[in-house]
């Protein structure tokens, strides 16, 4: 039972209570109007929002689609250092969506490569808007695997950062495994394009997904993103803790010293991201996404 509970828990799964077989009418009465039955019923569902493609289409027609930031900070001093840009749709019925509403637009190539172009533009120009302003952070963004293959892709991007005379060093791709890494040479040959264009690259939420330990040191890496998966697990106990400084340890000895920490949601894991010795953190107890207006304000 407690192993079934842990399981749940480790899928983030809110636990409201368990019952013993054979179920009593007694216990399952209790379990139903228990405290944190009611409040969970009460709410209203967590990503109940799930758009359709003809709506996303539209919604892409229609230019909803905007970028939200969360930034980056430097843990030493907490200082910003950057910001990663994340998809946000202003949906005219439900108001400002996440991608869990808009999921099925990552399924479709050609809807996530207008989202892709959509959000880019408007994303170096708030970073222009930014650099004019004398701030020196950089941008960073989520590039799937799918497009990372494409040349038209990569070349969007190169024409678009000369347009406005940004530095491609203040931009960081940021390659997302969240599929299967096919066509390793199509891909691996943009990093490498992208790399002599001058732009940084990360892998991101590594530790969670596809990448293994080879075609990570054949990738032309200048920062390694570590899983707030990692982060969790060293919450949860020493094995967790050897588990992520392992993590930290390798990027070192593969002399990427831009190692990112994600997923800091308190004063213990910032804690444990310092003493590991990384650099740079992000997460919802250092700031949460917001809209560039608010960025701008705010730091
Ligand atoms: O896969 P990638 O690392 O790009 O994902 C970033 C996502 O992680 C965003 O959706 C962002 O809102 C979320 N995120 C950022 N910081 C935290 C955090 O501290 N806790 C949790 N649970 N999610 C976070
Ligand atoms: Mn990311």
């Known amino acids: 039972m407690q192993a079934a509970e842990a399981a749940a828990q480790a899928s983030r799964w809110k636990v409201l209570g368990s019952l013993q077989k054979p179920v009593s009418r007694e216990a399952l009465r209790q379990v139903l109007t228990s405290e944190a039955v009611v409040e969970a019923l009460s709410l209203p569902l967590p990503g109940g929002v799930d758009l359709g493609l003809d709506e996303i289409r539209r919604c892409l027609r229609e230019r909803r689609f905007e970028p939200y930031y969360q930034p980056k900070f ?23 969506l ?60 190169v024409a678009e950062t000369a347009r406005r005379r940004l530095d491609p060093a203040d931009i960081i791709v940021e390659v997302t495994e969240s599929e299967a890494l096919t066509e390793l040479g199509l891909a691996l040959g943009n990093m490498a394009s992208l790399r002599l264009h001058g732009f940084q690259l990360a892998l991101d939420d590594f530790g969670s997904g596809y990448a293994n330990l080879q075609l990570l040191s054949q990738m032309p890496l200048t920062q390694l993103k570590l ?25 070192r000895s593969l002399a990427l010293s831009d190692v990112v920490l994600e997923g800091i949601e308190s004063e213990l894991d910032l804690d444990i991201a310092r003493q590991l010795g990384v650099a740079t953190g992000q997460g919802y107890f250092l700031a949460r996404p917001m809209s560039a207006a608010d960025f701008g304000v705010r730091f």
Request: glycine share 10%.
């Open 98 to 157: 996440a991608p869990s509403a808009f999921q099925r637009l990552f399924a479709d190539p050609e809807a996530l490569w207008q989202l892709t172009q959509q959000l880019l533009s408007q994303g170096l120009g708030d970073l222009r808007h930014w650099r004019s302003q004398g701030r020196r952070i950089s941008l960073a963004f989520n590039l799937g695997w799918q497009l990372l293959k494409q040349k038209e892709c990569t070349a969007f991007l």
């Open 227 to 251: 899983d707030q998966g990692l982060l969790r697990a060293a919450n949860r106990g020493n094995d967790g803790l050897t588990v992520l400084a392992a993590a930290v340890g390798l990027a």
């Open 74 to 96: 430097h843990l030493e001093n907490v200082g910003c250092v950057g910001v990663e840009l994340l998809a946000r749709c202003r949906h005219p019925q439900y108001g400002l």
